[in-house]
Nanobody
Framework: QVQLAESGGGLVQTGGSLILSCTAS???????MAWYRHAPGEQRELVAI???????RYADSIMFRFTISWANAKNTMWLQMNHLKPEDTAIYYC???????????????????WGKGTQVTVSS
């Protein structure tokens, strides 16, 4: 069973930066990893996804502000978040998938392994 653990959340002012990390207990069979976020009153949304071949896809709302990366050999994925806005406030979740070819069609059901989340709060 893959276990995921996020870290790096916190409180930051508008325009600030944070780096989230996600460490996986094992990496075998994982073909893609992603960051989702869940804001109060909203649905959980995909922020960014990266495949084992390092292809990436980003949500329009964070394009050019966030960067996802994955060091497969280190079982660790990161989300570099720059130019943060209050609307980025949410719980951020790490997710892992063992299905192939989900880069363009990923849904919540594509990911069978989830972390417990880390809170990111951006003050105005």
């Amino acid at each position: 069973q893959v276990q995921l653990a996020e870290s790096g959340g916190g409180l930051v002012q508008t325009g600030g930066s944070l780096i989230l990390s996600c460490t996986a207990s094992i990496i075998f069979s994982i073909l893609a990893m992603a960051w989702y976020r869940h804001a109060p009153g909203e649905q959980r949304e995909l922020v960014a996804i990266i495949t084992i071949s390092t292809s990436t896809r980003y949500a329009d709302s964070i394009m050019f502000r966030f960067t996802i990366s994955w060091a497969n050999a280190k079982n660790t994925m990161w989300l570099q978040m720059n130019h943060l806005k209050p609307e980025d406030t949410a719980i951020y979740y790490c997710a892992a998938a063992t299905q192939p070819d989900i880069l363009q069609a990923a849904t919540l059901d594509s990911f069978h392994h989830w972390g417990k989340g880390t809170q990111v709060t951006v003050s105005s």
